[in-house]
């Protein structure tokens, strides 16, 4: 496997959302118009959403407290929780779950998340 060169400087708060901006709306796009029992007979579909869940979890997780202080409104706990599962508890997934997330969950994410880059030059927070 090849690592990332540890000369490129780690991501800003400003990449950290705009990753987890991009990677809900291709969740999003993937899923489409699949019903919760399609995405039960899918493995491939389920994969690629809980690998972009995930990472939506884990750029969350690297988000600063004040960040995360600033939109109070995003779970960002629940965020954090549901990548762990998704990573540590992978045996224990349920597609129905995912399903829910990424049609009931992430476009408020998206929209809280817009809103704050919306809110700065340039699009993209300080």
């Not at 045996?91 to 817009?114: K, M, Q």
């Not at 919306?118 to 993209?124: E, F, T």
């Amino acid at each position: 496997m090849t690592q990332r060169p540890s000369n490129l400087p780690p991501p800003t708060e400003a990449d950290r959302i705009s990753h987890i901006i991009s990677h809900a709306r291709e969740a999003d796009a993937i899923l489409g118009d699949t019903i919760p029992e399609g995405l039960e007979s899918n493995r491939t579909q389920q994969l690629a959403l809980n690998y972009l869940i995930a990472v939506i979890g884990e750029a969350a997780n690297q988000l600063s407290k004040a960040t995360q202080d600033s939109l109070p409104q995003i779970p960002w706990g629940k965020i954090i929780g549901m990548r762990n599962i998704l990573i540590h508890q992978y045996h224990n997934v349920e597609p129905a779950i995912v399903h829910n997330t990424v049609v009931n969950d992430l476009p408020a994410l998206i929209a809280a998340l817009d809103t704050l880059t919306d809110n700065h030059p340039g699009g993209q927070p300080s």
